[in-house]
Nanobody
Framework: QVQLVESGGGLVQTGGSLRLSCAVS????????MGWFRQAPGKEREFVAA????????YYADSVRGRFTISRDNAKNTLALQMNSLKPEETAVYYC????????????????????WGQGTQVTVSS
């Protein structure tokens, strides 16, 4: 019923920029806290960024702070991740995630705090 679809991935050179998008359907977008995670081959899924229901609070992994920006457009049911100054080690599949509106035990940096996941979009950063 609830579906998340990522787009915007691709190949970019070191130092370049890329903007990822996530479209949500099946439920009002404003009801979710949203997050971005990434997973490289042989690695565990890691937190990248998150944003609360009203967009008033954001969270970032230390490794991307200052270079990545997470944002949402509730009217269009879309989430975005602007990525600047990309590095080769950030090559991974990037996933969009959503959590039902409920502040109890909300841990934005933990994958298991989210209820829904997209299929992912590949981001490749060349050396």
């Amino acid at each position: 019923q609830v579906q998340l679809v990522e787009s915007g991935g691709g190949l970019v050179q070191t130092g370049g920029s890329l903007r990822l998008s996530c479209a949500v359907s099946g439920r009002p977008f404003s009801a979710y806290a949203m997050g971005w995670f990434r997973q490289a081959p042989g690695k565990e899924r890691e937190f990248v960024a998150a944003i609360r229901w009203n967009a008033g609070v954001t969270y970032y992994a230390d490794s991307v702070r200052g270079r990545f920006t997470i944002s949402r457009d509730n009217a269009k049911n879309t989430l975005a991740l602007q990525m600047n100054s990309l590095k080769p080690e950030e090559t991974a599949v990037y996933y969009c995630a959503a959590r039902d509106y409920d502040p109890r035990r909300y841990q934005p940096r933990e994958p298991d705090t989210y209820d829904y996941w997209g299929q992912g979009t590949q981001v490749t950063v060349s050396s």
